[in-house]
């Protein structure tokens, strides 16, 4: 009987990687942990293609490849947010968010 690869914890960690991109990109965390998951996962199982199910490798790259994406995404941002941070300062930052939220609370 072949084993199958569960992508499963590898996608409730790029969505929860991606949830946590509005924190200032810090989802990089997540995201980089269930893209270390599924490269090691893929890994032994290309080491031993034969005790693994084809269609459960099919779905781990494809698992792999939302966590690459949501990983890029979260570095971007993070890269971003420190720009931001380091031209205009965290103090005017705060303060143009506090006036956006101020203004989505009147509309």
């Known amino acids: 009987m072949k084993q199958k690869l569960n992508p499963t914890i590898v996608y409730v960690l790029a969505i929860l990687g991606l949830l946590c991109c ?3 990109g ?5 995201a980089g942990i269930a893209f270390f998951i599924a490269q090691s996962k893929l890994k032994d199982a290309k ?5 693994y199910d084809l269609a459960s490798i099919k779905s781990m790259n494809t698992a ?3 966590a690459l ?3 890029i995404i979260n570095i971007l941002y993070l890269v971003m947010t420190i720009y931001r941070i380091s031209t ?3 103090d005017e930052l ?3 968010s506090q006036e956006m939220m101020e203004q989505m609370q009147n509309q």
């Open 47 to 51: 080491l031993n293609p034969e005790n």
């Open 88 to 90: 205009v300062g965290f």
């Open 94 to 96: 705060m303060r143009q």
């Open 26 to 30: 810090l989802g990089f965390i997540l």
């Open 64 to 66: 792999k490849t939302v």
């Open 69 to 71: 994406v949501i990983l």
């Open 22 to 24: 509005c924190i200032g």
